[in-house]
Nanobody, 124 residues
Framework: QVQLVESGGGAVQAGGSLRLSCAGS????????MAWFRQVPGKEREAVAA????????YYADSVKDRFTISRDNAKNTLYLQMNSLQSEDTAVYFC?????????????????WGQGTQVTVSS
């Protein structure tokens, strides 16, 4: 079955950096769009970034553009999110997601499978 396992979360001071990873298994990794979402308790989950199956196209939420970089290594079945210039507003649980067949983008309806999440806490 499809499994997505995130790692790399933690606590960091504002202005710092973190790199999240998401290992995928149970499917042909390079067939699907992948993405990162985040959620704060009491708020809706929001899209952070997405990347097309071959890594050619990337999509970013305005709030993270120019600070976060999404990438993937299809040979290692791994998705990454490099987060720089972190702000307290970036504090959330971060989830990776695997897309359904077809389109890629930031809408949550495009994604069928989700990891368990990893906590990112940014202190000011």
């Amino acid at each position: 079955q499809v499994q997505l396992v995130e790692s790399g979360g933690g606590a960091v001071q504002a202005g710092g950096s973190l790199r999240l990873s998401c290992a995928g298994s149970g499917y042909t990794y390079n067939w699907y769009c992948m993405a990162w979402f985040r959620q704060v308790p009491g708020k809706e989950r929001e899209a952070v970034a997405a990347i097309s199956p071959a890594g050619v196209n990337t999509y970013y939420a305005d709030s993270v553009k120019d600070r976060f970089t999404i990438s993937r290594d299809n040979a290692k079945n791994t998705l990454y999110l490099q987060m720089n210039s972190l702000q307290s507003e970036d504090t959330a649980v971060y989830f990776c997601a695997r897309g359904r067949e077809g389109s890629c983008g930031l809408r949550s309806s495009l994604f069928a499978f989700w990891g368990q999440g990893t906590q990112v806490t940014v202190s000011s």
